[in-house]
């Protein structure tokens, strides 16, 4: 049975299935089924079998990397309406990164074989995947530049416009107000740097202006963002 309007909605909000026609997430709607997610609770582990990929509706996500040492490499948090699990999804091979619920946590999970499956009966699927995976290769290369080649103060910038764009998308306002849902020890980790030093770095945006704290937010000068994520060469 066809799930409501507003359910195709849902699904049409997630990168990957934006393009997709109706006939197409009627399918991908009635494949999906939702999960539940409790604090703390661990998704997939490195290694294990990768055979579904999450959309997540509420909560958020933490994506690392972990060594028999205790160390630990955040890749990312997964918010509302991000995907994750995806590469197993399309390649079938064991899960690269730990998902672990930071919060209470919800989501719709889809299996590869009802993914192939609405594939072979509709090709704009596989041809939407081909460009999702595009602009996520696109995106961990700007990733790895702004490690590479930029100062922390202009990683950060960069990072407050990726998160505001994800939010406003690209016409952003000039004084948005954000609030972050990460912690200053996994900004470190995204960015490749030490707390203390991505601490230093984001009181150097505040002395420059570029944000400013308002209560639990930062309201931020977006034309002052933007000139200090421009490159600038260690």
């Not at 209470?104 to 995947?129: E, K, T």
Request: charged residues 25%; neutral net charge.
């Amino acid at each position: 049975m066809t799930k409501p309007t507003g359910h195709l909605a849902a699904w049409r909000s997630f990168r990957l299935f934006e393009p997709l026609g109706a006939d197409v997430l009627a399918e991908v709607a009635a494949a999906a089924h939702r999960r539940e997610w409790a604090a703390g609770a661990t998704l997939f582990q490195r290694g294990d079998p990768g055979d579904y990929l999450v959309a997540l509706l509420t909560g958020r996500i933490r994506l690392a990397l972990g060594t028999a040492q205790g160390r630990e490499l955040v890749l990312r948090h997964a918010e509302p309406g991000d995907l994750f699990g995806e590469l197993s999804l399309f390649d079938g091979a064991p899960r690269s990164a730990e998902a672990t619920a930071l919060v209470a946590s919800a989501g719709y999970v889809l299996n590869r074989r009802d993914f192939d499956q609405i594939a072979a009966r509709h090709p704009s699927l596989r041809d939407a995947a081909t460009l999702y995976l595009c602009r996520m290769l696109r995106d961990t290369t700007e990733q790895l530049e702004g490690i590479a080649l930029y100062t922390l103060e202009a990683r950060v910038a960069r990072f407050l416009l990726f998160t505001l764009r994800q939010i406003h998308g690209d016409d952003l306002p000039p004084n948005p107000l954000l609030r972050l849902e990460i912690n200053q020890s996994d900004l470190a980790a995204v960015l490749g740097a030490s707390r203390p030093k991505v601490n230093r770095a984001l009181q150097a945006l505040r002395d420059t202006g570029a944000v400013q704290r308002r209560g639990e937010a930062m309201e931020c000068d977006t034309a002052a963002l933007i000139r200090l994520a421009e490159p600038q060469p260690e």
